[in-house]
């Protein structure tokens, strides 16, 4: 009795050990599935964003053309660290406008086709014309730095947008290739627009009425003279100054049918610093030397007609 009893006891023990090793082998296995589940599905992420990555770069090379190693490099496509575009671009430094219109980027070559000349031309009407030059080179540069980043998300909205809305290798081929490349034509069009343009802006500058140079009230008077009567007391100045010289004029010596003609360097207000006979002349040597020594004593100074005093003068002496 004692040794049946022993034995169910052992029984019972025997399957609640049972039990518990089932059900941790359970909790188990409701631990691990989660765990093997989660990470095939972070290696199906990978795969899908590798291949979306594979996929928009083969796009970029179709919508690109021949020049993708170049852009690939410019734009960094193969660097690990996800680097952002090269800042420097020297095509679209030297030729901004016409390099986005050649690399089917209108919207931004109309910008750089009509903001520079308008900001030049008007800082140039408003007699800046240094201001004109520093906005060509600002948009030149500007268009050097940016241009790598603006192709590129040009060429990128191009694949996306094809790839999403078109099926088939072939059909998306065609499409990418006729969305990207290159456009001759619009390079074409954009030469002559610009020869045009210049043409325009020079005739408009040139039509445009030119203000009369401003003069100030100190230097411009109040009543401007008469050019003939200005004339006319300037011949009598002269006629003053002769009057002078020919107090000068030798002793005894008639005027009529003698001739000469003297040199004055003078000083305000008309002190003589020299004199020097000049040829024709019908006098003696003596009578030249006694010429010039009282013409270098006289005093040719005009009262009310500095206005018309020169340094240098010659007057002709004559009967």
Sequence with gaps: MIGYRVTRLEQSILRMTVSVFFLDEESVQMKIEPTFGSAEGGAERDADSAADESSEKSALAIVVGDRFSTYCHFWRLDDAAGRAPRRWHCPAFLFSSLWFFFRRMPVWGTIWFIVPP??????????????AVVVFVVCRVLAGILANSLY??????IARKVLAGHGGAHRRRAELQKAGGVSYTALV?????????????NLAVRSMPKAAPRQSSLHLPANRPDPDLEYAEREVYQ???????????????????????????????????DANVLEPCTLDEAQREQLLVEIRRAD??????MRFFTRHTVIGLRG
């Design 118 to 131: 308008l900001a030049m031309t008007t800082f140039t009407q408003m007699g800046l014309p240094w201001f």
């Design 152 to 157: 590129l998300s040009h060429c990128r909205r």
């Design 189 to 201: 069009i954009a030469l002559a627009v610009t020869a045009s343009q210049n043409t325009l802006i």
């Design 239 to 273: 006629e003053e100054l002769r009057a002078i010289a020919m107090t000068a004029w030798p002793a005894g010596v008639p005027t009529d049918n003698n001739v000469c003609i003297v040199e004055l360097r003078l000083t305000p207000p008309g002190t003589v610093l």
């Design 300 to 305: 040719f100074t005009v009262e009310g007609k």
